[in-house]
């Protein structure tokens, strides 16, 4: 049973550029959550989708869109990119609780360097 | 707004010693979820333990335990007998319950504290 997988493990862009990252979630999962963690900090949420729309958004511009397909992938894409967009990015799917127990899994990220 | 501290930045011990791992929270949410998660070097995120905000019973689970107290927003986290594979970046997280469902919606986490486990 594969985890959540997402793609490219790394990526290099330059100021100004646009980049889309993707997000396989864990089978029987149909939630996906966005975060971008800087280093030394901790995840911060950017946004989560279920049923192919927005459910919640954090504190991010509209420089940061996302989508989801219904085969419950998602794709986070992040235009006009700043210095300070260099981060770790994860995704994490989950599901709908069926039973009080059921929790989000992480996927290895994303790590965008813009320069 | 939610929040949560973990006040221990860095964390350095010997191996088979105990480690806990402090985190205090802050949400206006009566119903909300507490979670443990292990980041190791290659960055993804292990879920460790969870804890929902009506259930304050305190387990033991292998060589990790948590005490989870709401009268002082703490839910603090033990390992027993540390070993070296434990080096890790540690995160405690909070999540709240959407309105009208029991989804755990948006988590917020601290900033994390690095254990380091030396033989």
Redesign the interface.
Same mark, same amino acid.
């Given at each position: 049973d594969a985890g959540v997988t997402q793609s490219p493990t790394h990526l290099i862009k330059t100021r100004g550029q646009q980049v889309t990252l993707r997000c396989s979630p864990k089978s029987g999962h149909d939630t996906v959550s966005w975060y971008q963690q800087a280093l030394g900090q901790g995840p911060q949420f950017i946004f989560q989708y279920y049923e192919e729309e927005e459910r919640q958004r954090g504190n991010f511009p509209d420089r940061f869109s996302g989508h989801q397909f219904p085969n419950y992938s998602s794709e986070l894409n992040v235009n006009a990119l700043l210095l300070g967009d260099s981060a770790l990015y994860l995704c994490a799917s989950g599901r709908l609780p069926r039973t009080p127990w059921e929790t989000q899994y992480f996927g290895p990220g994303t790590r965008l360097l813009v320069l | 707004a939610q929040k949560?501290t973990q006040a221990q930045t860095e964390i350095s011990v010997v191996e088979k010693e105990d480690v806990t791992l402090d985190c205090v929270y802050e949400t206006r949410d009566t119903t909300y979820y507490l979670?443990w998660?292990k980041q190791p070097p $290659?960055?993804?995120?292990?879920?460790l333990i969870?804890r @929902?905000s009506f259930d304050e019973q305190n387990e033991i689970s292998g060589r990790y335990s948590w005490n989870f107290q709401k009268s002082t927003s703490s839910f603090n986290f033990t390992i027993t007998a540390s070993q070296v594979v434990d080096s890790a970046v540690y995160?405690c =997280?909070l999540s709240e319950a959407?309105e009208g *469902? %029991? @989804? =755990? /919606?948006? $988590? %917020?986490? /601290? *900033?994390?504290t690095t254990l380091t486990v030396k033989p």
């Open positions: - | 949560v979670f998660y $290659s960055g993804e995120l292990v879920f969870r @929902n995160f =997280a959407l *469902d %029991t @989804n =755990a /919606g948006k $988590s %917020t986490f /601290g *900033d994390g």
